[in-house]
């Protein structure tokens, strides 16, 4: 069993989902991405996230979501990021920020997700989605997707969880790497079999030999 089975104690509502999945699901993408603000955003400034973004995907891969270096990526949501998207950028580096701030939202709700903490959590799932609209990364908003169904899942909702995959999966085709759309099947995969529906277990693995 997945350690993440037994971790109880913090808030979670499956219905915070439904408005920003819908908005995912029928709209994938903003418009310009450009921004007038405070200081201007360069390419070293997102060298800079993308870098923080790998040290606590290599702490959490290494020794888990509960790392004290895992956990500083929360600090640098509100320290670094935050500031970067009220500054000026062009529509190429706007896109850019929105990305790589979405996947820092997403590892630090992964780090929530990991040691129970489920409505931080699910706050910052919804915020990474939220990001990779503004910031048109279509095999993020996918991954994050899925993330959030697997949450569900594991939260007891497994209906929902099967609605999320699948709606992430027929979003992302075309746009996706193969490895990615093969996490929504597996995470889809689970949820049926939580709610304990073998037939249609047995055509998913019809359709995928």
């Not at 040290?55 to 509100?78: F, I, P, Q």
């Not at 597996?186 to 079999?193: C, D, G, M, V, Y």
Request: glycine share 8%; proline share 2%.
């Amino acid at each position: 069993m997945n350690r993440r089975d037994f971790l109880t104690g913090s808030g979670f509502a499956v219905s915070a989902f439904t408005t920003p999945v819908t908005r995912w699901l029928v709209t994938l993408a903003d418009g310009s991405a450009d921004h007038t603000g405070g200081q201007q955003v360069g390419r070293a400034d997102l060298d800079e996230l993308r870098d923080a973004a790998d040290e606590a995907r290599h702490w959490d891969s290494k020794y888990g979501g509960g790392n004290w270096k895992a956990n500083s990526v929360t600090a640098c949501l509100t320290e670094r990021a935050a500031p970067l998207l009220r500054g000026s950028f062009s529509d190429a580096v706007g896109r850019e920020l929105f990305s790589v701030t979405a996947e820092l939202s997403r590892l630090a709700g992964w780090t929530a997700f990991d040691v129970g903490q489920h409505d931080a959590a699910q706050r910052h799932f919804i915020q990474a989605l939220r990001l990779v609209r503004a910031g048109r990364d279509v095999q993020l908003g996918c991954y994050v997707l899925t993330t959030m169904a697997m949450q569900s899942l594991l939260r007891g909702f497994a209906s929902e969880a099967v609605d999320m995959a699948q709606g992430a999966f027929e979003r992302a085709k075309g746009h996706a790497a193969p490895r990615v759309l093969a996490f929504t099947k597996l995470i889809e995969a689970r949820a049926h079999a939580r709610d304990n529906d073998p037939k249609t277990l047995f055509l998913m693995a019809v359709r995928a030999a």
